[in-house]
Nanobody
Framework: VQLQASGGGLVQAGGSLRLSCAVS????????MGWFRQAPGKEREFVAA????????YYAGSVKGRFTISRDNAKNTVYLQVNSLNPEDTAVYYC???????????????????WGQGTQVTVSS
């Protein structure tokens, strides 16, 4: 299984990016997808997830209303649209695959089986 994240970069505060994560080696349609991030000196934290079973999306409170997770099953790709960025959003963003589908599971890193290499997002003030 391979996950390839891309789309990060340097952006000014208030700007936007679209992160992508291409997945190969598994039946993408029957797995949930999540995005996590890790800022310098901090632990990795949940950002957003998409449940394969219900189609529901879940967000951390700090990004709700600004970030949107979506997926294209035909392309085996999950996206994270990040808008209204601020310097506190600076982090390495990771995509991950999970066989679970509930909110409580998808917000937990331990429920994810495969991880991408991460893509750096840097927001300047």
């Amino acid at each position: 299984v391979q996950l390839q994240a891309s789309g990060g970069g340097l952006v000014q505060a208030g700007g936007s990016l679209r992160l992508s994560c291409a997945v190969s080696g598994l039946n993408f349609r029957i797995y949930s997808m999540g995005w996590f991030r890790q800022a310098p000196g901090k632990e990795r934290e949940f950002v957003a997830a998409h449940s394969y079973r219900s189609g529901s999306t879940y967000y951390a409170g700090s990004v709700k209303g600004r970030f949107t997770i979506s997926r294209d099953n035909a392309k085996n790709t999950v996206y994270l649209q990040v808008n209204s960025l601020n310097p506190e959003d600076t982090a390495v963003y990771y995509c991950a695959v999970s066989g679970y589908y509930s909110y409580s599971d998808l917000t937990s890193q331990s429920r994810y089986d495969y991880w991408g290499q991460g893509t750096q997002v840097t927001v300047s003030s």
